[in-house]
């Protein structure tokens, strides 16, 4: 079987390390599809554009030109890049720059229902209601995500993210659990219910409990909404989640939308081989 050439699985490099298993599989898994993928890391890449004005780029010192890149990194300056090179990226770069800033997501996703959110700046007053939510707006897996129930703790809390970016939010109704919903190409694959131990916190990797979840017909219609959105954007969600919050049992209201989705809890919980699928769809894209 003849491999298609230089397909990337892109990462930063720290990334990469916690995700060798991953990548492992997606190179077995590929080859099974005559895809040839190989992981590389953002630092071994330079980007260039020629006199001419064209985009390039080299990898330790050499040019290079993969035939495709599937995305787990988040800076958006690389995404476009390849994509000025018309070289497919999977997910793009405008679902990049959407997902990985929360400030975004909320502002694109305006009029579906989510939780009343702040845009904190030094200059923000500290809420006049509590308990609320204060997390850095541009990371992933939990990483500082505080719930606060005074002034003192609100001011030690952005403290700890400024002078990132950083988003307030009201805790919701049922807060210490989620339901992330998992995407492929559009089309929705399955869903895990995320419950935290303690606190507020649900992720996977901070000890969250989690199941597979059939979803209800308002949580698949809420997040087929988002999916809509993103398609009409011409931001097509190759492999993504969206996370959805509770008000009540049956009032989700959508958390956020996860660019770089791991896959770890639908493997623990289901028969669903998201990775198999994902690259199925690749290789017909390509």
Avoid at 262 to 269: A, E, N, V
Wanted: proline content about 7%; charged content about 25%; hydrophobic content about 40%.
């Amino acid at each position: 079987m003849k491999l298609v050439k230089k397909i990337w699985l892109l990462y930063e490099r720290q990334d990469l390390q916690v995700n060798l298993d991953y990548a492992a599989m997606m190179n077995d898994q590929g080859k099974a599809r005559g895809l040839a993928i190989e992981p590389v890391t953002l630092d071994q890449l330079t980007l260039t554009m020629n006199g001419q004005g064209e985009p390039h780029v080299l990898r330790n010192g050499e040019p290079v030109r993969p035939d495709a890149v599937l995305s787990r990194m988040r800076q958006v300056l690389y995404s476009r890049h390849f994509e000025a090179m018309d070289v497919p990226v999977f997910n793009g770069s405008r679902v990049c720059e959407l997902c990985n800033d929360k400030r975004r997501t909320h502002q694109f996703l305006s009029g579906l229902p989510m939780p009343f959110s702040s845009f904190v700046t030094a200059e923000t007053e500290p809420p006049a209601a509590y308990p609320v939510i204060v997390k850095p707006a541009c990371s992933h897996g939990g990483d500082r995500v505080q719930a606060v129930s005074n002034p003192e703790q609100w001011r030690l809390a952005v403290r700890s993210i400024l002078p990132e970016p950083t988003l307030q939010q009201r805790v919701v109704g049922m807060p210490g659990f989620d339901l992330r919903v998992y995407v492929l190409f559009e089309q929705i694959v399955g869903g895990v219910l995320r419950t935290a131990k303690t606190g507020v916190v649900s992720n996977f990797k901070r000890g969250g409990d989690v199941r597979l979840h059939p979803l209800t017909q308002k949580e698949r219609e809420l997040a087929q909404r988002v999916i809509r959105r993103f398609h009409d954007a011409d931001a097509p969600l190759c492999m993504a989640g969206i996370d959805l919050l509770y008000e009540a049992p049956d009032c989700p209201v959508v958390g956020e939308v996860e660019d770089v989705v791991g896959s770890r809890m639908l493997y623990q919980t289901s028969d669903i081989d998201i990775v198999s699928l994902y690259l199925d769809g690749v290789k017909m894209r390509l």
